[in-house]
């Protein structure tokens, strides 16, 4: 089955600065690619996904870019603020979807 | 995005009991999903919730454990049996809205159980 691999497993980036957060799966039949984030005592949250005919995808702050030959894809996020801060997964989906171990990002003020 | 309600938030429970958790949906929804998310862990997908027709389990996950019914299309409910402290847990409920599995899943706040 699908194995979806994260990292980092936390990050810590002073306010302002991007933060970068990359996962890579196992099964290149894997279509779709969403990254949730999760703040404590809530469900997660979609907050940007990506199909696998597209290379890249961005809205406002939050980016996603996937490369398929290497099949791997990352969530950017610039000008980062504190309330940025939570834990992110990302996801991989063929049949069902499999999630990523998750990254715990701090933005300090 | 469907509005995902579950209930209850949180319990904590003695070990050898059953509990049994909602999710609403405001609207109509194709698919509901129950996942398992262990203290400071990543989610598991336990179950797919079939309305009409049996729940499809994954690997490791069985009906007589958390058995799941799906009466129509807005509801759903997870029942985790026999607990032990093993079952300490997040569980949440997720929805997708079109048939298709490769979709955007809407989740839950999930319910937090101990068992002591």
């Known amino acids: 089955g699908e194995n979806v691999e994260q990292h980092p497993s936390t990050l810590s980036v002073q306010e302002g600065d991007s933060a970068v957060i990359k996962c890579t799966y196992s099964?290149?039949?894997?279509?779709?690619f969403p990254w949730y984030k999760q703040e404590l005592g809530k469900g997660p949250q979609l907050i940007i996904d990506?199909?696998?005919?597209?290379g890249e995808k961005k809205d406002q702050r939050i980016a996603v870019t996937l490369n398929k030959t290497a099949k791997h894809f990352s969530l950017h996020i610039t000008e980062t603020q504190p309330e940025d801060s939570a834990v992110y997964f990302c996801?991989?989906?063929?049949?069902?979807?499999?999630f990523g171990a998750g990254t715990r990002l701090t933005v300090k003020p | 995005s469907a509005v995902i309600s579950q209930k209850p938030s949180r319990d904590i429970c003695q070990r050898g009991t059953s509990l049994t958790i909602q999710c609403q949906v405001d609207s109509q929804v194709t698919m509901m999903f129950w996942y398992r998310q262990q203290p400071g862990q990543s989610l598991t997908l336990i179950a797919t919730a079939n309305q009409g027709s049996e729940a499809t389990y994954e690997s490791g996950f069985v009906i007589d454990k958390f058995p799941i019914s799906r009466p129509n299309l807005t509801f759903s409910t997870l029942t985790v049996s026999n607990m032990s402290p093993e079952d300490s847990s997040i569980y949440l409920c997720?929805?997708?809205?079109?048939?298709?599995?490769?979709?955007?899943?809407?989740f839950g706040d999930g319910t937090r159980l101990s068992i002591l």
């Open positions: 990506i199909r696998s005919n597209v």
């Open positions: 099964d290149s039949a894997s279509n779709y």
């Open positions: 997720s929805v997708g809205t079109t048939g298709d599995s490769n979709q955007p899943q809407h």
């Open positions: 996801a991989a989906s063929i049949r069902d979807m499999r």
